[in-house]
């Protein structure tokens, strides 16, 4: 059983948190249901039929017992779920320092990106104590990032960013599994989740073989690609400026404003026709099918690092 | 005189040239004997006949969907790939999946025991429309066939769930077959929803009023209304997936510009909702179950009654909870988690209401008191693991693990099948006229109880530890609790054998059952069993309310109808003393 540690310890303190969670919501429902079973017994044990037993005045209603059943189990689950949905939310705030490693999932394998440019395939390396963030896009059907040490899976959607944070604490390796049904091959996509403490990281980043950090991959297939034509600092389309715009409101034509984020860096590449910046010609013409999800995240790193004030952008 | 007088006797059991041919006067002029030839059956729309095909089919597909099952279960022995291939392995549990949800569990007890039960309950000769009753059977029959032509062609690999751009796109089986099965056998749903409804309204005897409807009817109304609102969104969603695959429409998959997340939405607010299609009746099988075991009026009548229409209204506001770690957003979960809170409120009500029904009763340890007792504590268990998925940060953990797997097997087999055969041992005196062996009865209720819980106890933990649900392959650390699983299996497939025995055994040396041999309140019992074809010589007229057994009151002694409540009565008196 000691193989077990891979999928049931605790790898970070989530983990631990949600394990309380479940430990005193059993003993809750324990609490709740084993009345029942006792009293089921004693009853048909007390009452059997032809048995002596006092069966005067059996009550066949009673609104106050009735409501107090229903209620006093109703408000108990409800402080359960204030904890569960308040554990949840954190879920959804990543801290804005988090290490940002992208995942792309496809039939049947994890592909991941870390900044530097370093990429593994159904094994990730993280440092144990500092917050990382997932950016995960899938080139097939939809698969689900399963780490059962970190009790955290995250479906990955094709045509969509889904993300998932985590601060793994605990040094080891641990496993790491596709939990949506995905195809034929759906229960070997799977791996490795590796903790490592951050000087080990940081030597294992170092042997990996690196070209380029993912914004300057992103770079290269921005001049490649021709997006620089229109969009570069020379260009005579009007098409809108990138630089400083991650994190932006961009005002819609047709009313509406949306923040410029992952997924909204994506669709323009992607869609360009769903959402058109407000005042200009709609000529942005559409990558699908011509860039691959991986260099998608590519340029979306790039387009991140075109910071205000630096306007070539990351030239490394 | 004296011929019919003779027929009249208990056929003996021990005289084995007694073929079973002997029958009793009430026999003679039942629907079993109304015509014997197969048209007489085939082309029915007596309510009882076509509840039997269903009971014949619906067993039938049980047994298709339990092969599946054992298949599955044989193959998990090992955490290798040896006795399927992953493509293999993936095809048996979809048929499994696929059979079990729409051919056996969906028209399991409705279309079977409702379809028996309903006119007999409320005072009525038959439904209010028998020719569409039969051709809602013909319509399952179509849908199974193509089901059974899917299976013999090689089968479907998508999960019953045929996940959009998986089914759309990516699956090489017969998607498109097995949608149109689906599509078609959700029309055999809507007309006997349809038609239960309408009955109610309209075929109630006189003084039935809504008050003394049995609990048994409300849980199928409720359950009539889920039917015919919410088939037809899976069949538009099955539709419009055979569009895309056919024909390319972009819908869900992102390629073509659609919406992977959207099929989940549609798919679910139908599956949710179908999940109460499931279960409901099951719950209306045991509040009569509880009731008649303890000879006693249910307590809190209305309390049950509305829990039922509650459970079918809030039902339909939960089935985001299937997509907590799909992308909804994270106002959306919070809500759905709520509410699916919510909708454990009427289940409490009903398990404690139950408790409490037993309560001074004259509980009689009977097969059908087996079989409700098992389906609490299944019930219990299998709602509050439901809980725990509901809880937002619990289900990030658990969701598509073996957790889910064993809670929904919890409600659904622990649940409505323990229900189904309860229903079964309960009214089969009832239905074919004859008594079968109670001890036989306790005893398959027992191994089934033993059986499930060996079989589906170890996915909780299998889940908990990360074990995620349709692997084929799966780490070695897992073998143990795998194999206690199958093993269990094989005690509930034998277990579910058993009744067949002992029921096909009771058709001919039974004993006559006399119309109630129970003892027990209900209009079904007054009349003589198996019923005659038209139900009631005279429609009957309905005075009081349901469950009416006489209650002790102090300074009773012992007015209660039979020798055994005299007993109880006076040792009432003698207590007081």
């Known amino acids: ?316 | 005189m004296t011929m019919d007088n003779a027929l009249e006797r208990r056929p003996n059991p021990d005289d084995l040239n007694d073929r079973g041919l002997s029958e009793t006067q009430d026999e003679r002029v039942s629907y079993l004997r109304a015509g014997h030839t197969l048209r007489s059956w085939l082309l029915t729309t007596d309510h009882k006949r076509i509840a039997i095909l269903y009971l014949i089919s619906v067993t039938l597909f049980f047994f298709i969907g339990g092969a599946a099952a054992a298949l599955v279960r044989a193959d998990l022995l090992t955490p290798q790939a040896d006795l399927l291939t992953n493509e293999g392995y993936n095809r048996a549990f979809t048929l499994h999946g696929v059979i079990m949800v729409w051919f056996f569990l969906i028209p399991s007890i409705p279309n079977t025991f409702g379809n028996f039960l309903i006119p007999l309950m409320i005072g009525a000769r038959d439904l209010a429309f028998p020719r569409l009753n039969l051709l809602s059977w013909y319509i399952y029959m179509l849908g199974g066939l193509f089901t059974v032509f899917v299976l013999i062609a090689g089968g479907v690999d998508t999960g019953w769930t045929f996940y959009t751009p998986l089914s759309s796109m990516f699956s090489n089986g017969h998607v498109v077959m097995v949608a149109v099965a689906v599509f078609v056998v959700g029309f055999s749903s809507i007309l006997t929803g349809l038609n239960f409804i309408v009955t109610v309204h309209k075929l109630r005897a006189p003084g039935m009023s809504w008050g003394r409807l049995r609990l048994f009817v409300w849980a199928h109304y409720a359950t009539s209304l889920i039917l015919v609102l919410a088939t037809p969104v899976l069949s538009v969603t099955l539709a419009l997936v055979a569009a895309e695959r056919l024909f390319g429409l972009g819908i869900f998959d992102p390629k073509l510009g659609g919406d992977p997340l959207l099929f989940q939405h549609l798919f679910w607010f139908y599956s949710h909702p179908a999940v109460y299609i499931m279960v409901l009746p099951a719950l209306g099988v045991v509040s009569e179950l509880v009731a008649a075991s303890a000879r006693k009026p249910v307590f809190g009548y209305r309390f049950i009654a509305g829990s039922s229409i509650a459970i079918a209204i809030i039902g339909f506001l939960v089935w985001g909870h299937h997509m907590f770690v799909a992308g909804q957003s994270m106002y959306a979960s919070a809500v759905f988690s709520f509410l699916s809170l919510a909708v454990a409120v009427p289940s409490g009500i009903k398990v404690y209401n139950w408790t409490a029904t037993l309560y001074k009763g004259h509980i009689e340890l009977d097969p059908p008191f087996f079989f409700a007792a098992s389906f609490i504590g299944l019930f219990v268990v299998g709602g509050l693991t439901g809980l725990v998925l509901a809880m937002l940060a619990v289900d990030v953990h658990l969701h598509d693990t073996y957790f889910v797997v064993a809670h929904f097997h919890y409600i659904m087999v622990g649940g409505t099948v323990s229900a189904y055969f309860g229903a079964l041992h309960f009214w089969w005196p009832k239905m074919s006229g004859r008594i079968y062996p109670r001890i036989w009865g306790r005893l398959a209720a027992i191994f089934i109880f033993l059986g499930f819980n060996l079989t589906f106890f170890p996915q909780f933990i299998l889940g908990y530890l990360g074990m995620p649900r349709r692997y084929h392959v799966y780490d070695p650390s897992f073998q143990v609790l795998h194999v206690l699983s199958s093993a269990g299996a094989s005690i509930l497939g034998v277990a579910y054998l058993m009744p067949f025995t002992y029921l096909f055994w009771s058709m001919r040396y039974g004993a006559p059952a006399g119309p109630n041999p129970w003892d027990v309140r209900g209009l079904e019992w007054t009349v003589p069993s198996p019923p005659p074809k038209h139900n009631f010589e005279e429609i009957p007229v309905v005075t009081g309310p349901p469950y009416d057994y006489p209650l002790e009151r102090e300074g009773d002694q012992g007015e209660a109808g039979d020798a055994a409540e005299g007993n109880a009565a006076e040792g009432n008196a003698g207590s007081r003393a």
């Open chain 1, 1 to 316: 059983m000691e193989n077990l540690a891979g999928w049931a310890s605790e790898a970070s303190a989530h983990a631990a948190s949600v394990d309380r969670l479940m430990l005193a919501f059993t003993l809750m429902m324990v609490a709740l249901s084993v009345p029942v079973f006792v009293l089921m017994a004693v009853f048909a044990v007390k009452y059997r039929r032809g048995r002596t037993a006092n069966r005067a005045h059996p009550v066949n209603r009673n609104v106050w017992l009735e409501v107090s059943w229903a209620i006093v189990p109703f408000l108990l689950t409800v402080v359960f779920f204030v904890w569960a949905t308040k554990l949840f939310a954190d879920l959804y705030d990543p801290p804005a320092d988090a290490i940002a490693i992208d995942v792309v999932a496809k039939q049947w394998m994890w592909k991941f990106q870390h900044p530097g440019g370093q990429r593994e395939i159904n094994e990730l390396h993280v440092p144990a104590g500092e917050p990382v963030k997932l950016t995960m896009a899938s080139e097939d059907v939809i698969h689900s990032l399963y780490i059962p040490a970190l009790r955290l899976k995250q479906d990955v959607v094709p045509g969509r960013y889904t993300s998932m944070w985590f601060t793994a604490d605990r040094p080891g390796t641990y496993k790491l599994t596709c939990a949506e049904f995905c195809g034929v091959d759906h229960s070997v996509m799977g791996g490795s989740f590796i903790v490592m403490t951050p000087a080990a990281y940081e030597r294992w980043l170092g042997q990996s073989q690196v070209d380029d950090t993912l914004a300057a991959a992103g770079a290269v297939l921005f001049r490649e690609r021709g997006c620089s034509g229109c969009h570069g600092p020379g260009a005579t389309v009007h098409a809108p400026p990138l630089t400083g715009l991650y994190g932006r409101p961009v005002p819609l034509e047709g009313g509406g404003v949306v923040t410029a984020d992952d997924q909204y860096i994506r669709d323009s590449i992607l869609l360009p026709q769903s959402q058109i910046a407000a005042g200009y010609p709609h000529i942005m013409p559409t990558f699908q099918n011509v860039l691959s999800e991986e260099e998608v995240l590519q340029l979306v790193a790039y387009i991140k690092s075109l910071r205000s004030g630096s306007p070539e952008g990351m030239r490394q």
